[in-house]
């Protein structure tokens, strides 16, 4: 198994969850490659660059076999997920970034790496224009999400990925608390084969 893991916006690789997840996966399931790039913040060459961690992978003995997304990465792992067939893990996920970022335009830095860059409304229309509107195979979705989220509409997310798996929990934040709790559950929707 090969799984990648797609962070939010003005996040990393280094971020808390992904650093978590890899360590479990390293002391407990050691047969599953994890990769986390940090993206950048031009929605094209985000798309860009998963889909060619996809593709060259593709030609070796572990191709990508699921996409773990966090905030706006779980909006590029639905993305890629409906472009490849990949299923996915959708940690409450930013379905529509561009009304999201309405109120981030302008100059933005990363905290993690310091890439600045200057977000437009080019930006958000480059988003909107990659929502999915219709997921083609919705049971190879399963969304984690924890409704205080105060970032996102979760209640809306649920409505709008109703025909997916879920692991709902009433509390919580954006940041999902206690993210570790959800490891098996990932594994085994990742390691199924059915999805």
Known sequence: MHWLYLH?????AKSAKA?????????????????????????LTVVEIIE????????????????IGSSLGGFYARLISA???????????AL???????????????????ETYDLQTADLRLLRDMVVQNDP????????????DETLDSAQTVVDLR????????GGSHRFDAFERTFPAIRAFLSSGTC
Request: glycine share 6%; charged share 15%.
């Open 52 to 67: 060619a961690l996809v593709a060259d992978a593709a030609d070796t003995s572990q191709p990508v076999t699921g996409l």
């Open 8 to 12: 939010g916006f003005l996040s990393s």
């Open 83 to 93: 472009r490849t067939g990949l299923p996915a893990v959708l940690i409450n996920p």
């Open 96 to 114: 529509r970034p561009d009304l999201l970022f309405e109120n981030y335009l302008g100059e933005q830095t990363n905290p993690y790496t310091g």
């Open 137 to 148: 195979r919705p049971r190879r979705l399963f969304l984690l999400i924890q409704m205080n």
């Open 19 to 43: 650093q978590s997840l890899a360590h479990w996966l390293a002391a407990n399931h050691s047969d599953v490659k994890f990769g986390a790039p940090t993206l950048p913040f031009n929605p």
């Open 163 to 170: 025909e997916s798996p879920a692991w709902i929990q009433s």
